[in-house]
């Protein structure tokens, strides 16, 4: 298949043919080259690490699932570097055409996954998210796109980044066929799933987004809350800013990942970009004293919120705060981009939340998404009011 979006990877021939006369039977998804294969060595976006990994044993579990349900995979996708980024820009690949933004960056770190299924090259793919690593690409892309709930679904198989962040995504142009995808992954079926009775539209999180972006969720915000019956509005938290959120995270983030491949990158010394280096740098300098009380924070946080956040309450809030930015711009501007956005992806993070976003608005022409939020276990909930609000 010719690629016109550079988004599949070359140095992969990763295939597999589908289970007959499975539910997906019929149709192709794509995974990000986190994802292990049989035969194969899975690139982590890195090619120093592609060089000094031997083809994977067995193929990801989760990849599995989709196969036995009938899903022809037919290629690994780009992503950042060992996961590291959120626009989308590989040093060493290139950056994915975003087929909804020409010009602009589709997203990272699941980049490529994101870029195939908003170009239409395949049916949906797999992602994975950390800090936001489908979510924004949903947003930038005009695609729908999932975080599941911390822990639901199983990593083996997938180069983990952050342990206590790190979740499998899954990208899809319609809600139904998202919706269809959980159902394969969670082994369940989303006719029995809970309703949202109550829905707080999160006023610190839209305080964030430029006023482009809030003006153009207002009215699919008002849609969503008149479908739910019950609405508030009111800051994701009462007590702490947002900011302050962000800052925990990048230090339990940040230190994790260093935890995660410092002894390999302390070994072999390999090429990454700057911003890829960076922040590595920043999470290995994380002093222990910074991570335990960003630990706190978070045990705390989550306390608060549950506390809210009942069965039947969902979060209203904008997947990223604008549309997806120009492509090759100066590291010092792309710096502030990002600050923004992962001070917006750390409420779901911060949770272990499920949060699933979708492509409802455009400002300028270019795809803005706007998330539904649910406490830890509400994927079902999530997936299938996305469903129903796409039905009607």
């Known amino acids: 298949m010719y690629d016109s979006l550079n988004a599949f990877c070359t140095h992969s021939a990763a295939r597999l043919q589908g289970a007959p006369g499975g539910q997906l039977a019929g149709l192709t998804f794509a995974a990000k080259d986190l994802f292990d294969i049989a035969g194969h060595v899975t690139g982590a976006g890195n090619p120093d690490w592609l060089a000094l990994h031997a083809p994977a ?46 010009g ?7 980049s490529g996954s994101a870029a195939v299924v908003a170009g239409g090259l395949v049916d949906f ?7 936001g690593s489908v979510r924004i690409p949903a947003s930038f892309c005009g695609i729908f796109g999932i975080r599941p709930t911390h822990g639901r679904l199983p990593l083996e198989g997938v180069v983990g980044q952050a342990p206590s962040y790190d979740t499998v995504g899954w990208f899809a142009r319609d809600a139904n066929l998202l919706a269809r995808i959980g159902e394969i992954l969670f082994g369940l079926d989303l006719r029995q799933a809970q309703r949202p009775r109550h829905a707080i539209v999160a006023t610190d999180a839209f305080a964030i987004a430029e006023p482009a972006t809030a003006a153009a969720l207002a009215s699919v915000v008002e849609r969503i809350t008149t479908a739910v019956g019950s609405s508030e509005h009111r800051p994701v938290s009462a007590t702490v800013p947002l900011a302050d959120w962000f800052s925990h995270q990048r230090a339990i983030q940040g230190r994790e990942a260093w935890d995660t491949f410092g002894e390999w990158i302390d070994r072999h010394n390999p090429r990454f970009g700057f911003d890829i280096a ?18 706190e924070f978070r045990a705390a946080r989550r306390a608060e919120l549950m ?9 209203l809030l904008p997947t990223a705060p604008f549309p997806a930015p120009l492509r090759g711009q100066p590291r010092s501007t792309m710096w502030g981009q990002r600050t923004a956005i992962s001070t917006l992806t750390t409420i779901s993070g911060t949770l272990g939340a499920p949060q699933l976003s979708m492509p409802l608005a455009l400002v300028d022409g270019l795809p803005v998404g706007l998330s539904i939020l649910a406490r830890p276990g509400g994927d079902d909930m999530l997936l299938a009011f996305a469903r129903s609000l796409a039905a009607g």
Do not use: C, W
């Open 125 to 131: 793919a797999l992602g994975t998210d950390t800090g």
């Open 307 to 315: 506390a809210m956040l009942d069965q039947e309450t969902i979060f």
């Open 57 to 102: 044993s067995r193929t990801a579990p989760v990849v599995q699932r989709l196969v036995d349900g009938g899903a022809n995979m037919i290629g690994k996708t780009h992503t950042d570097e060992l996961s590291r980024g959120i626009l989308g820009e590989n040093a060493h690949y290139g950056t994915p055409i975003n087929p909804k933004a020409p």
């Open 278 to 295: 960076d922040n590595f740098v920043r999470g290995r300098e994380t002093p222990n004293a910074v991570l335990a009380a960003a630990r």
């Open 104 to 110: 602009r960056v589709p997203g990272g770190s699941s």
